[in-house]
Antibody
Framework: EVQLVESGGGLVQPGGSLRLSCAAS????????MSWVRQAPGKGLEWVSL???????YYTDSVKGRFTISRHNSKNTLYLQMNSLRAEDTAVYYC????????????WGQGTLVTVSS | EIVMTQSPATLSVSPGERATLSCRASQSVSSNLAWYQQKPGQAPRLLIY???TRATGIPARFSGSGSGTEFTLTISRLQSEDFAVYYC????????FGQGTKLEIK
């Protein structure tokens, strides 16, 4: 059974940093496309970042230069390093597996809440 | 960026009846469209991809149609567990989601 479990969220001041983790089971992270998707409180879904199996990374414009997606193969874990955080980054962050064609999100974690506030 | 617009924002339907949700793309996305269901406090769940293919384990009462810029999600014979928020998502050019349609009990 595919399972994704996020952790690492919390309250951080503007300008601060946070690293989110997503522990996967039931499949191999390094063999799949993986993404982070966020949802601001009471709002819709927004794609944040994508990590290809070959290591290529992509980001939505609003987080370029501030966020870094990565993985640890032996831990089968996906990460999102978030620096220079802003109030508008406040959201629930979901880890999601992307289907083999890089198209839709076929499995999701339960999410972890990041709150950026002073 | 491709903008996805869903309508209506809220849909009130009685259990046992049919619900029809719409999604429009600002430019053609071919059939590169997915639908998700999200219940309060839960992660989204994939329902439909390729505009009309049900994901694994999704009941047959969920069906998707459309191509290009106009898409529809139909839920026939609504059950209590179907009342939730539904999002469409295009993957023709990166990924963008609609703002969601809340399906509530009438």
């Amino acid at each position: 059974e595919v399972q994704l479990v996020e952790s690492g969220g919390g309250l951080v001041q503007p300008g601060g940093s946070l690293r989110l983790s997503c522990a996967a089971s039931g499949f191999t992270v390094s063999s799949n496309y993986m993404s982070w998707v966020r949802q601001a409180p009471g709002k819709g879904l927004e794609w944040v970042s994508l990590l290809y199996s070959d290591g290529r990374t992509y980001y939505t414009d609003s987080v370029k230069g501030r966020f870094t997606i990565s993985r640890h193969n032996s831990k089968n874990t996906l990460y999102l390093q978030m620096n220079s955080l802003r109030a508008e980054d406040t959201a629930v962050y979901y880890c999601a597996r992307v289907d083999t064609t890089g198209s839709y999100f076929d499995s999701w974690g339960q999410g972890t809440l990041v709150t950026v506030s002073s | 960026e491709i903008v996805m617009t869903q309508s209506p924002a809220t849909l009130s339907v009685s259990p046992g009846e049919r619900a029809t949700l719409s999604c429009r793309a600002s430019q053609s996305v071919s059939s590169n469209l997915a639908w998700y269901q999200q219940k309060p406090g839960q992660a989204p769940r994939l329902l439909i991809y390729g505009a009309s293919t049900r994901a694994t384990g999704i009941p047959a009462r969920f069906s998707g149609s459309g191509s290009g810029t106009e898409f529809t999600l139909t839920i026939s014979r609504l059950q209590s567990e179907d009342f939730a928020v539904y999002y469409c998502q295009q993957y023709n050019n990166w990924y963008t989601f609609g703002q969601g349609t809340k399906l509530e009990i009438k």
